[in-house]
């Protein structure tokens, strides 16, 4: 199938540093197991925002930065071919794994592309879905966007999502502690991709634009952001906001993105999120927010953002 989909990428791209694999390899065990894992009703934002439209098809999806493929395996029960694509080496490799090999989903319904958002090989016009999950940051958004929508059927969705570090309910302590570890990790995190990323990271994807030419019914759903957009702000780096008066923002909490936590949890997500700082720069903080926790789990919520949007007819 997908390769009728697929024209032949050219071979003269310069390499490109792309975010992500950039601050160090990424140990995708680690990722899948200590990362907060897509429930159901996430899924279900974007199948029923998509299915909600007259004549929309369910043929192609495309999972852009799809990584490992997390998302891609979830696509792959809805959609009839999946493509899957991501810039950094090997991903694509690690992802068939994961997807044929360990998930026996059949090879037949995927393509695996090198790519990066902005410059795809898909055609125009053959998609109907877009994901976009936990990449757009380490990407330049408004030529992602506008690939994005040449690759879309008319009334085809994109979805651009972005979850934060969870935030600590209950334990004022450790909620101390844990924001200090995250201000270090943002001080430590410097350098023109990763700058970019918090530029765009901070604002909750508000710096995305989605001109009215090209899209519309663009909804931007907020979960667990408790109606401010706080809870993504990491740091002082941000972008002006581009947020349309036609556009809907919707505000919702979902226990699907809490979850009861030990040191030991917090100690493994906090290891999948870049640059690895030496223990001794934080001993304190950790010590804090051991000390806080008393044994014990704790709750902590993540706020999460999905902007959905149609490409226009
Ligand atoms: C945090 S992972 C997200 C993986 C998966 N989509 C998920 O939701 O778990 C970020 C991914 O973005 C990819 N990436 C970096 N730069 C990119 C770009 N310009 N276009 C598309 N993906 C990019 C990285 O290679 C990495 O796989």
């Given amino acids: 199938m997908t390769t009728a989909l697929v024209s032949n990428p050219s071979t003269d791209v310069p390499a490109k540093e792309h975010g992500f694999s950039a601050l160090g390899p990424a140990d995708w065990s680690e990722y899948i ?14 199948y029923d925002y998509h299915g909600h439209k007259s004549g929309v098809t369910w043929s192609v999806a495309h999972d852009v930065g799809a990584g490992c493929g997390i998302i891609s395996s979830v696509l792959a029960n809805r959609f009839d071919n999946v493509i899957v694509s991501d ?102 995190n410097r350098g023109v991709l990763v700058d970019k990323a918090y530029n765009i990271a901070n604002t909750a994807l508000e710096s995305l634009e989605f001109p009215e030419e090209g899209w519309e019914t663009v909804k931007r759903i907020y979960i667990n952001s408790q109606g401010t957009l706080d809870g993504f702000i990491l740091d002082d780096r941000t972008s002006e906001s581009k947020v349309k008066e036609s556009e809907e923002r919707i505000w919702v909490e979902d226990e699907d993105w809490c979850d009861m936590c030990d040191i030991e949890w917090f100690r493994a997500y906090y290891a999948t999120w870049a640059p690895h700082i030496p223990k001794y720069e934080m001993r304190d903080s950790w010590e804090e927010l051991e000390r806080a926790l008393e044994g014990k789990k704790v709750k902590v919520r993540t706020p999460n953002v999905m902007v959905l949007a149609t490409r226009r007819a």
């Fill in 33 to 46: 197991a200590n990362r907060p894992a897509y429930p159901p009703s996430f899924f279900q934002r974007i």
């Fill in 87 to 188: 810039p950094n080496d090997g991903y694509g490799t690690i992802a068939r794994d994961l997807l044929v090999e360990k998930a026996l989903l059949p090879e037949s319904k995927f393509s695996f592309l090198q790519e990066a958002a902005e410059e795809s090989s898909v055609e125009s016009g053959t998609v109907d879905m877009i994901t976009a999950c936990e990449c757009i940051h380490w990407t330049t958004p408004d030529i992602a966007i506008r690939e994005f929508g040449r690759q879309l059927r008319a009334d085809g969705t994109l979805a651009i999502t972005y979850y934060t570090r969870p935030l600590i309910e209950a334990n004022e302590g450790a909620s101390r502690a844990w924001k200090a570890i995250w201000g270090t990790l943002s001080k430590k």
